[in-house]
């Protein structure tokens, strides 16, 4: 492979089904890769390394950039399908795409572990301490079942349930990871018993979703792990609203995704027609959402 003077990559979002917060301390967590995306191009051109295109103003752009690239002479542009801050990796997603179009522009070839070591470096930009679920399930594609152990990431593939009946119900507020996870942690060990019943819900709904169990015996196991989240004080008043929305719209379950303290809801099990009308009537908005293939 030969330099470039223009490189294009691509990266998916993703939602978690189960594990947010707990996986961060070693805790298993079960995510899925989502059909938006976002897109990195860089070229080769005088001056500073920098953002010449992006869908949103971030401080921490510049130094997410500096962790991939050189100093000079390439400037960035980013395109977006995902909602910003919401718990839909947005900020993963530019990691993904952005490690990728790196190595395409330096004529290197990464290895599945290269990627995720160095997405961890723009992650830990924009979150502090991340697990690596969020651009690792943004690397990996599919629905995957990641865990942290020593340090180390454990991948296992799971079965892509399309057809199962995805929805996010999008608040329109931002929720900042760094300051959520740091509240967990300073909360625990008074929230030790909540995030080990996180645990163990990802276990009985690993169980059930590799078997192939129907959204009305998946739904509850959401709605149980919303109401864990709030014990573990990361929900808002607007995300249980939104979980009571989609359950009282048909949903066989819901819960909060990603950090919180703002962000998306998703539904499971094919909420009613009315639900994208109730949810604009609150200021929010509501769509169906598939699971991105595998890419490796
Ligand atoms: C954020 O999408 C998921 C968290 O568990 C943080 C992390 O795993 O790095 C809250």
């Not at 910003?84 to 900020?91: D, Q």
């Not at 961890?120 to 079942?145: I, K, L």
């Not at 929305?245 to 819901?254: E, P």
Request: net charge positive; hydrophobic share 50%.
């Amino acid at each position: 492979m030969s330099l470039r003077a223009v490189a294009e990559a691509t990266a998916p979002g993703k939602l978690i089904l189960a594990g947010e917060h707990a996986v961060v301390y070693g805790a298993p967590a079960i995510a899925f890769a989502v059909d938006r995306e976002t897109r990195v191009t860089l070229r080769r051109r005088p001056g500073p390394t920098a953002v010449d295109d992006a869908p949103f103003a971030d401080a921490r752009l510049g130094a997410a950039l500096s962790a991939v690239l050189p100093a000079g002479g390439i400037g960035v542009s980013i395109a977006s399908t995902l909602p910003v801050g919401r718990g839909m990796g947005s900020s993963a997603a530019l990691a993904i795409a952005l490690v990728r179009a790196a190595a395409t522009l330096d004529g290197r070839a990464l290895t599945p572990a290269e990627e995720h070591a160095a997405g961890f470096a723009v992650e830990a930009v924009f979150h502090g301490t991340p697990s690596g679920v969020d651009h690792g399930v943004c690397g990996a594609g599919g629905c995957v079942r990641y865990r942290r152990v020593d340090g180390a990431p454990v991948f296992a593939r799971l079965p892509v349930r399309q057809g199962i009946g995805l929805w996010v119900i999008d608040t329109g507020a931002p929720g900042d990871t760094a300051e959520m996870v740091a509240g967990v942690r300073a909360r625990r060990p008074g929230i030790d018993a909540a995030l080990a019943a996180i645990a163990r819900g990802v276990d009985h709904l690993t169980a059930l979703w590799c078997a192939g169990a129907p959204a009305a015996a998946l739904g509850p196991l959401l709605t149980d792990n919303h109401r864990l989240l709030q014990d573990i004080g990361v929900s808002t008043p607007a995300l249980d609203a939104a979980v009571s929305l989609a359950l009282a719209h048909g949903a066989a379950g819901a819960k909060l995704c990603g950090a919180g303290g703002g962000g998306v809801v998703l539904a499971l099990g094919s909420p009613n027609a009315a639900l994208p009308a109730a949810a604009a009537a609150q200021g929010w908005s509501a769509f169906p959402v598939g699971i991105a293939p595998p890419r490796r």
